[in-house]
C-alpha cells in the first residue's frame, strides 16, 4: 500500500504527472490482474497502460471488459508477440496458455518437479509475426514509458534487447519475470537479464522467489523451500547517485521515480528521493514535498510519539516547512495516554468464543465431519487457525497436525492450549516459502476471504497439499470470475491483516483450483447456519455467503461431492 501517494495526490503534484505503464503479456488471469486494482489508478487520469499478448482473444476480452468497466484512465490491449526483433518466430502452446513462450518448453526437466508438466508442456506450436517495443513506439509516435513490467515465460531478455531505444529514453523501473532454471529449452535466466538492466542502469531492488519440490519426492525440508526455479525481479534506476550524467535526471524524472517507488512498496527510497528534491529543488514549490513528507510519516503513530522533528528525515527539511503546524502533530503526554488508553488491543478470546463464533464453529466442523472423507491419521496443515476452535478436530481422529496463525496474540492464544504441537507464525499475504512441505491435508477454513492476495495464497496450499485440499470460504454472488477486493478491519482479530481482504465469487475460486488439482468438488449439502445459502439463484448480494470446495489429488468415490458449482444446494 502507498505511504505517500495519497498526500501528493491530495497537494495537487500528481496533477503534473503522467504516468505511462506497459505491460508486455498483459493476459488478465483474474481481478489481480488489473493494473487499476494495484495502485495505478491513483494516476488517473493521467494514466495511461499499454498491454501487450500474442493471444489476440485474451486482447479482446481485457477490451472489452474495460468498456464496461468505464475506467476514468487510457488502456488498451495490442494483440503483438513482442521479441527482440521484427519478423517471424514460433510460439510454443503449453497446456495452460499462461505459460506459452517462444521457447519449447524443457518436458523432461519439468517432470521432475510437482505440479509444473500439466501447466508448462507442450499443447501445440505455431508460426506467429513479431515486433519490437520501440517499434510500436515508434510506429505510434510514443516518446515516453515509465515502468515496464515483462512476463512472457523466459522470453523477457528479448523484449528488453528490443526496447534499448525507449528504455535509455524513458524508463525509470522494471518488472521481469526471470528463470533460475531451464524450464525452457535455451531460455535467457536471470542473470542474463540483470547483466542487460545493469549495463542500461538499472538497479535490482528485489527478488519475489518461486520455490519447487521434486515430484516424486514425499518429503520436503522445514528448512529449504525446495529449489529456486523463478521469480519477479524489481529493477529501479538511481537518479540522485553522485557524478551521475543521465539525461533523465531531472526534478520530473525523479518525482515520477519517487512514485514508482511507492507503488512498488520501497516507501524508504520514495522518502530519499522526495527529501532529495525539497533539498536541492525546494524553492519551487512544484518540488517543495516537505508538507507531504511530514503528513505522510504522521500516519504512523510510533513515529509521532518519537517526536516528527527528530526524524532526519524531517529535521534536515523543517526549513522547507511553510505555513504547516508541525507541532500539532506531536502530541503531549496526557495525548498519549489517553490514545494508549483507548485504543487497547481487542482480545482475541472475546471475539472467537462469542456465542456467534461458537454456533458457526460448530456448524461448520458438523457439515465436514458428515461428508464422510478420509481424514483419520493424516497429516494435517491448518492455516489461519485463529485460537485454534477447529484444530480438536483432527486431533481427535489422531491426525499429526500443524498450525498456522499470522497474529501473534491469536498465536499466543494457539500455543498455551496446544503446547505439544507445532505453531508457525505464517501470513499468507507474504508467505515463508520455507514452509514447502508436503502434508496429506491442507485445511483452510476461513481465510482465504481475509487476504488481498488469494492467488498466491492458492498455489501456496496446492504447493504443500500432497491428498487433498478442504477450503471454506466467503464468496459473492454471481457467475463471472472475480476477487472482489474489499477493506476489513486490520485491529480486530478475526479480521484481514492487513486491512484488505476479498470475497470471490464461487466459480473464481473454483477454477482457481482446478488450474492446480484435477479433481475439484462442491458439497451437495451446506452446514446448518443462514450464511451457507441453499439456492444460488436468490441469493442476496448485500449478505455474507459462504461455500465449501473440496480440491484432490486422486478421484473421489463421494455420492455428497459433484465435480461442479451447484446452484442448489441441501442441508445436510
Not at 213 to 236: E, H, K, M, N, W
Not at 343 to 362: A, G, S, T, W
Not at 498 to 526: A, D
Not at 549 to 564: G, M, P, V, Y
Request: some cysteine; overall charge negative.
Amino acid at each position: 500500500m502507498s505511504v505517500f501517494l495519497p498526500s501528493l495526490k491530495r497537494s495537487g503534484h500528481l496533477d503534473r504527472i503522467h504516468m505511462t505503464v506497459c505491460n508486455v503479456g498483459s493476459r488478465k488471469l483474474s481481478s489481480e490482474d488489473e493494473y487499476g486494482q494495484k495502485g495505478w489508478e491513483i494516476f488517473a487520469p493521467n494514466l495511461t497502460i499499454y498491454g501487450f499478448d500474442a493471444d489476440a482473444d485474451a486482447c479482446e476480452a481485457s477490451n472489452t471488459a474495460l468498456e464496461a468497466q468505464q475506467i476514468n484512465w487510457t488502456e488498451k490491449h495490442i494483440p503483438l508477440a513482442l521479441a527482440n526483433s521484427v519478423g517471424e518466430s514460433t510460439l510454443y502452446v503449453t497446456k495452460h496458455p499462461m505459460c506459452s513462450s517462444l521457447y519449447p518448453p524443457n518436458e523432461p526437466y519439468l517432470e521432475r518437479f510437482s505440479g509444473l508438466s500439466e501447466l508448462v508442456n507442450l499443447d501445440f506450436y505455431m508460426g506467429i509475426e513479431t515486433t519490437t517495443l520501440d517499434q510500436f513506439c515508434q510506429s505510434e509516435g510514443i516518446e515516453e514509458i515509465d515502468f515496464l513490467q515483462i512476463d512472457v515465460q523466459g522470453a523477457e531478455l528479448q523484449v528488453l534487447q528490443g526496447a534499448s531505444q525507449i528504455l535509455g529514453q524513458s524508463i525509470l523501473g522494471v518488472q521481469a519475470e526471470v528463470g533460475f532454471s531451464y524450464l525452457y529449452k535455451n531460455q535467457p535466466l536471470f542473470a542474463d537479464v540483470d547483466i542487460d538492466l545493469r549495463e542500461q542502469g538499472f538497479t535490482l531492488f528485489d527478488l519475489d522467489r518461486a520455490y519447487r519440490l521434486r515430484s516424486r519426492s514425499p518429503i520436503g525440508s522445514t528448512v529449504r523451500a525446495g529449489q529456486l526455479l523463478y521469480g519477479d525481479a524489481f529493477y529501479l534506476r538511481d537518479l540522485i547517485e553522485d557524478g551521475l550524467e543521465n539525461d533523465l535526471k531531472t526534478p520530473d524524472k525523479i518525482l515520477k521515480l519517487a512514485c514508482i517507488a511507492d507503488i512498488l512498496n520501497f516507501p524508504d527510497y520514495t522518502l530519499e528521493l522526495l527529501e532529495y528534491l525539497t533539498l536541492h529543488y525546494g524553492n519551487n514549490p512544484d518540488y517543495n514535498f516537505a508538507k507531504n513528507i511530514v503528513e505522510s510519516l504522521a500516519q504512523f503513530p510510533e513515529l509521532v510519539s518519537k517526536g516528527i522533528t527528530s526524524l532526519p528525515a524531517v529535521s534536515r527539511i523543517l526549513d522547507y516547512i511553510d505555513g504547516y503546524d508541525i507541532d500539532s502533530l506531536i502530541p503531549s503526554e496526557a495525548d498519549i495516554t489517553n490514545k494508549d488508553q483507548q485504543e487497547l488491543p481487542i482480545d482475541p478470546m472475546k471475539v472467537f468464543h462469542c456465542d456467534e463464533y461458537l454456533r458457526h464453529n460448530q456448524r461448520r466442523l458438523e457439515h465436514l465431519a458428515s461428508l464422510g472423507l478420509d481424514i483419520v491419521g493424516k497429516t494435517v496443515l491448518e492455516l489461519g487457525a485463529g485460537i485454534g476452535d477447529h484444530t480438536t478436530f483432527f486431533l481427535d481422529r489422531s491426525c499429526e497436525v500443524i498450525v498456522t496463525e499470522g497474529r501473534p496474540q491469536n498465536l499466543e492464544i494457539l500455543r498455551s492450549r496446544y503446547p505439544d504441537i507445532e505453531t508457525i507464525q505464517l501470513d499468507l499475504d507474504t508467505p515463508d516459502l520455507k514452509l514447502n512441505q508436503q502434508f496429506d491435508i491442507v485445511y483452510c477454513y476461513g481465510l482465504l476471504y481475509h487476504l488481498q492476495k488469494p492467488t498466491q495464497a492458492i498455489e501456496f496450499m496446492a504447493r504443500n497439499c500432497q491428498k487433498m485440499l478442504l477450503l471454506e470460504t466467503c464468496v459473492s454472488f454471481g457467475e463471472e470470475e472475480a476477487i472482489n477486493l474489499c477493506k476489513e478491519e486490520a485491529d480486530y482479530p478475526s479480521q484481514a491483516i492487513s486491512g484488505n481482504g476479498c470475497r470471490p465469487t464461487r466459480k473464481w475460486v473454483y477454477n482457481q483450483l482446478k488450474q492446480y488439482f484435477e479433481f475439484v468438488y462442491m458439497p451437495i449439502t451446506q452446514p446448518n447456519h443462514e450464511q451457507f445459502p441453499l439456492d444460488w439463484n436468490f441469493c442476496s448480494p448485500e449478505k455474507s455467503s459462504r461455500s465449501v470446495f473440496i480440491a484432490s489429488r486422486q478421484k473421489l468415490n463421494n455420492l455428497l461431492l459433484l465435480q461442479d458449482i451447484p446452484l442448489k444446494q441441501q442441508r445436510h
